[in-house]
Antibody
Framework: QVHLVESGGGVVQPGRSLRLSCVAS????????IHWVRQAPGKGLEWVAV????????YYADSVKGRFTISRDSSKNTVYLQMNSLRVEDTAVYYC?????????????WGQGIVVTVSS | SYELTQPPSVSVSPGQTARITCSGD??????AYWYQQKSGQAPVMVIY???KRPSEIHERFSGSSSGTMATLTISGAQVEDEADYYC????????????FGGGTKLTVL
């Protein structure tokens, strides 16, 4: 059974940093890309970033490029999202997502989400 | 940057057919995916690769795509189908970045 559990959220001031973690279980971690998707309060879904199953490829939405870094540690079955220079508009629920197939865009398995609040 | 455009809201009576559209310049070449999100819950995929339905999704949900528009159709909409629906795809020039539409609130009453 696929499980994705996010952690590391909280309240942070604008300009500061935060690192989210996503611990995966129930599948062969190194065989799947992992995505981050976020949703601001009362707003729609926004795709944030993806890391390839081997970790070689990383892609970002324009809104976070240069500020956020996605990485993975296969020894810990964990994907990270390092968020620097945080802005008020980064306030959202952040979801860790696994596709149905290794590198597809069929985003099937979602974590429960973690809340990030950027506020002074 | 690439955008997918959806109507903010669609309203139907129970048993009627609901159609939700998604417009994007790259849709002739890129697949569309559709997600249902109920209040306080994580999204659930209802249609993938334009017109394929996951086995656990009711057959009243269907998808199609023609030119720059993808359409999610709910035939005989039920009260329990009331939710936000999002289309999702990738940019023509950058296949490695995803984009969600703005979402459509479906009201069934």
């Amino acid at each position: 059974q696929v499980h994705l559990v996010e952690s590391g959220g909280g309240v942070v001031q604008p300009g500061r940093s935060l690192r989210l973690s996503c611990v995966a279980s129930g599948f062969t971690f190194s065989s799947y890309d992992i995505h981050w998707v976020r949703q601001a309060p009362g707003k729609g879904l926004e795709w944030v970033a993806v890391i390839s199953y081997g970790g070689a490829y990383k892609y970002y939405a324009d809104s976070v490029k240069g500020r956020f870094t996605i990485s993975r540690d296969s020894s810990k079955n964990t994907v990270y999202l390092q968020m620097n220079s945080l802005r008020v508009e980064d306030t959202a629920v952040y979801y860790c997502v696994r596709p149905r197939y290794s590198s597809s865009w069929y985003l099937e398995y979602w974590g429960q989400g973690i809340v990030v609040t950027v506020s002074s | 940057s690439y955008e997918l455009t959806q109507p903010p809201s669609v309203s139907v009576s129970p048993g009627q057919t609901a159609r939700i559209t998604c417009s994007g310049d790259a849709l002739p070449e890129k697949h569309a995916y559709w997600y249902q999100q109920k209040s306080g819950q994580a999204p659930v995929m209802v249609i993938y690769e334009d017109n394929k339905r996951p086995s656990e999704i009711h057959e009243r949900f269907s998808g199609s795509s023609s030119g720059t528009m993808a359409t999610l159709t709910i035939s005989g909409a039920q009260v329990e189908d009331e939710a936000d629906y999002y289309c999702f795809s990738t940019d023509r020039s950058d296949n490695d970045r995803g984009v969600f539409g703005g979402g459509t609130k479906l009201t069934v009453l």
